[in-house]
């Protein structure tokens, strides 16, 4: 009697624990279930902030960008109205230039022409 009731508790034991054991994988899975949703929460969360940041960061972008632009635009065109102020100036004194030479080379000519008609004479 005292066998038979020692292998009746070791089975109640045994059973217990492989229930025991299986409560327990449950237990695991449920946590296991629970870890990756709150990782899937914390991605999801960590995209949409990081989406928001990238289009932020985009709209700077455009604006800074406009901005160089506009200014790179408007000393493009000093630069223009600079360059064409100096070739008008040097155009000028070219012509100045031109003209005083001219009018030199004319004097020398007649001066020439005078010395040969007084020389033919």
């Known amino acids: 009697m005292n066998t038979e009731f020692s292998l009746k508790f070791s089975l109640m034991i045994a059973a217990a624990l492989l229930a025991?054991?299986?409560?327990?994988y449950g237990q695991a899975?449920?946590?296991v279930k629970a870890a990756a949703d709150d990782t899937g929460k914390a991605t999801k969360k960590a995209a949409v902030?990081?989406?928001h940041a990238t289009k932020k960061a985009a709209v700077?972008?455009?604006e800074a960008t406009d901005t160089a632009a506009k200014k790179t635009g408007?000393?493009?065109?000093?630069?223009?109205d600079k360059t064409g102020d100096a070739t008008k100036t040097a155009a000028k004194d070219t012509g100045k230039g031109v003209k005083k030479g001219t009018t030199a080379t004319g004097h020398e000519?007649?001066?020439?022409g005078d010395k040969t008609e007084d020389v033919v004479k």
């Open 60 to 62: 700077k972008t455009g």
């Open 29 to 31: 899975g449920t946590d």
């Open 109 to 112: 000519v007649k001066k020439v």
């Open 74 to 80: 408007k000393a493009t065109e000093k630069a223009a």
């Open 49 to 51: 902030t990081t989406g």
């Open 20 to 24: 025991l054991t299986a409560f327990s």
